[in-house]
């Protein structure tokens, strides 16, 4: 029994993909010399619309992105997709940096550049335009990415949001509807 169990958590850990999007060291000077720490950014995603990030620090470089890999697990969080691409565009900001994510027709490829790439290659996104503006430091490009993945929803959330039915918000109903009227 206990044997299912790990083999069961084995096949999930080997489902996701991971990036480590960058590593520091960190050094604290103590009354003996400096104390170096260091702390990795990871984005995990399954590529099929799940992605999370974290930051893990630890002593050595092996056991911080072990950490961190382990926090961006837990922080995954589903983003809805449509067929290779978002639904629609989102923009996203965290301290000086801003990130614009457009959707984009099949067969154009993730034009991204270092972390939101990465994002968007963990999130399985085939096809999407994006745009880093203002600072490009890894973190703040990483969580306004993040933060500009949340603010997307489906066309059934945006539905139930609205009292509509789905077809009602894609526009399919709207001729048809006209077409009565008059």
């Known amino acids: 029994m206990a044997d ?9 850990v080997e489902e996701h993909s991971e990036n480590v999007l960058n590593v520091r060291r960190v050094a604290k000077v103590i009354r003996g010399g400096r104390r170096f720490v260091f702390s990795a950014l990871v984005v995990v995603g399954d590529k099929k619309g799940q992605v999370g990030v974290a930051l893990g620090k ?13 926090r961006a697990r837990k922080n995954m969080f589903l ?6 691409t978002i639904p629609f565009t989102v923009t996203g900001k965290h301290g000086a940096s801003f ?5 984009a027709s099949k067969g154009t490829g993730v034009i991204a550049g270092g972390a939101v790439r990465a994002v968007m290659e963990a999130l399985g996104v085939k096809d999407v335009l994006a745009k880093s503006i203002g600072s490009s430091n890894p973190h703040n490009v990483v969580k306004a990415t993040i933060k500009a993945l ?22 399919k109903e709207v001729t048809e509807e006209k077409n009565v009227e008059a």
């Open 58 to 70: 630890s002593r050595d470089v092996s056991s911080a992105i072990a950490k961190a890999s382990k």
């Open 150 to 171: 949340s603010k997307l929803r489906s066309a059934k959330q945006l539905a139930e949001l609205r009292g509509k039915s789905v077809a009602q918000i894609v526009g």
């Open 4 to 12: 299912a169990k790990n083999k069961k958590e084995t096949s999930t």
């Open 79 to 84: 983003v809805p997709l449509y067929k290779t």
């Open 99 to 103: 990130v614009l994510i457009r959707s």
